[in-house]
């Protein structure tokens, strides 16, 4: 079974700061690896998506990279903001399942101003 | 932009009542999902759908959850009786066959279920 570990589990920085977020899996066959935001309540919002040839992704002042043979990915978030506040989320699928999803429990980031 | 749709947005039900949730995923994808998330996790799948067939349905209680997708469209998920342990967020989420649109999954805005 795939088994998704997100670090840290919490993180409160002010803003401006550039923030490190990282998450590892245990199974390298992956085939797409999502990275979601979640606000308090709601749904999930899809950031970026590295397909298993890609090795990053960038949007706006996110960036993630992804590194197969050791099992990770890390989100960056530059110039960090009050609005960036939510959970984020790490999740990969294996290709061989469709699409369904492995979740991380997620890193709950707080930006003061 | 395509979203895809979920009803109710909230729900609050007594143990051992009825309850159906509502998804309507984007125009187009085949594969449609039932994730619960319980506070402080992340979430986890209930069950898949490809078209109209079920293709995952391991973690869901079959003693008292039921899903359907008659049509290959929309779906619905059921829960009778309604448990205490129950009490979650219910996702709906598509996507499109490999090479048939954007890669990934679309999350629906979920339905916030309370079981009293």
Not at chain 1, 94 to 110: D, K, P, V
Not at chain 2, 8 to 18: H, L
Request: with cysteine.
């Amino acid at each position: 079974k795939q088994e998704v570990t997100q670090i840290p589990a919490a993180l409160s920085v002010p803003e401006g700061e550039n923030l490190v977020l990282n998450c590892s899996f245990t199974d390298s066959a992956i085939y797409n690896l999502q990275w979601f935001r979640q606000d308090p309540g709601k749904g999930l919002t899809s950031l970026l998506l590295i397909q298993s040839s890609q090795r990053e992704q960038t949007s706006g002042r996110l960036n993630a990279s992804l590194d197969k043979s050791s099992g990770r990915s890390t989100l960056y978030i530059a110039a960090s903001q009050p609005g960036d506040s939510a959970t984020y989320l790490c999740a990969v699928d294996r290709g061989s399942t469709l699409g369904r999803l492995y979740f991380g429990r997620g890193t709950q980031l707080t930006v003061w101003p | 932009e395509a979203e895809v749709a979920q009803s109710p947005r909230y729900k609050i039900t007594e143990k051992s009542q009825a309850v159906a949730f509502w998804c309507d995923p984007i125009s187009g994808h085949a594969t449609l999902y039932w994730y619960r998330q319980i506070l402080g996790q992340g979430p986890e799948l209930l069950v898949q759908f490809q078209d109209e067939s079920v293709v995952d349905d391991s973690q869901l209680p079959k003693d008292r959850f039921s899903a359907e997708r008659l049509k290959g469209v929309d779906s619905t998920l059921k829960i009778q009786p309604a448990e205490l342990g129950d009490s979650a967020m219910y996702l709906c989420a598509s996507s499109p066959k490999v090479g048939q649109g954007i890669p990934g999954s679309t999350f629906g805005s979920g339905t916030r279920l309370t079981v009293v």
